[in-house]
């Protein structure tokens, strides 16, 4: 069954020029656009179908892309949300991660790219092309890191793991446990240290020395 995407983007061209690019993806499939956060908000009140993600613009008028991410982070976590804009500036990027934003992409990504972002944001939870991963990087490594924080010999070891290329069900096997397992150390780690992906826990890993062999 292909995953759902809404567009969400007030340049009505744009947005049908995206959807009939993710028409030509094997595994996901666009079943509506809204012009902006309150007409999205509007679709789900009139029981449009929930998608299992959304591309979300930025710059739109009346409810902006902050602002959407945010409304869709305390209501529908479940969603994953894809930020598909012109802005690539620091201060955007990190504000629409806090607010919820699972990945970042620029509109001129090249389709090839779209569709590998969608996939891995659908496996992994999260995609952030390189570009976007330095920005984070780079702000979060100058975040103090609370000193009395406890972590466990077995969420060290998962810790080590994250800034591989590794699977959550490929760091299971080399961790011998279930994936759930493994899945609970990373729930318990965001908790514990307020990140939300596993690009966050990443840098903590190796900015705390816990990615070393």
Not at 46 to 63: E, K, R, Y
Not at 127 to 153: C, G, H, R
Request: net charge negative.
């Amino acid at each position: 069954m292909k995953k759902t995407i809404v567009i969400v983007d007030d340049h009505i061209l744009i947005a049908k020029a995206i959807e009939g690019i993710i028409h030509n993806f094997q595994d996901f499939e666009v079943i509506y656009v809204a012009e902006n956060g309150k007409d999205l908000i509007q679709k789900f009140e009139s029981n449009n179908q929930i998608p299992d993600i959304i591309l979300l613009d930025i710059s739109m008028p009346m409810m902006d892309g902050f602002e959407t991410a945010l409304w869709l982070k305390e209501n529908h976590p479940e969603i994953k949300v894809m930020a598909l804009s012109m802005q690539g500036e620091d201060k955007s990027v990190i504000k629409m991660i806090k607010n919820g934003a699972k990945g970042y992409l620029l509109k001129n990504t090249h389709p090839k790219d779209l569709e590998t972002a969608l996939s891995k944001l659908n496996s992994d939870g999260f995609f952030y092309p390189e570009w976007a991963s330095k920005i984070i990087f780079s702000n979060l490594s100058n975040e103090e890191v609370e000193k009395n924080i406890k972590i466990s010999e077995r969420e060290k070891e998962f810790l080590k793991y994250t800034v591989t290329e590794l699977s959550y069900k490929e760091i299971a096997d080399k961790m011998c446990c279930s994936p759930r397992t493994v899945e609970s150390y990373r729930d318990q780690l965001c908790d514990k240290l307020d990140l939300k992906t596993r690009v966050g826990l990443a840098v903590f890993a190796i900015k705390n020395g816990f990615a070393e062999s």
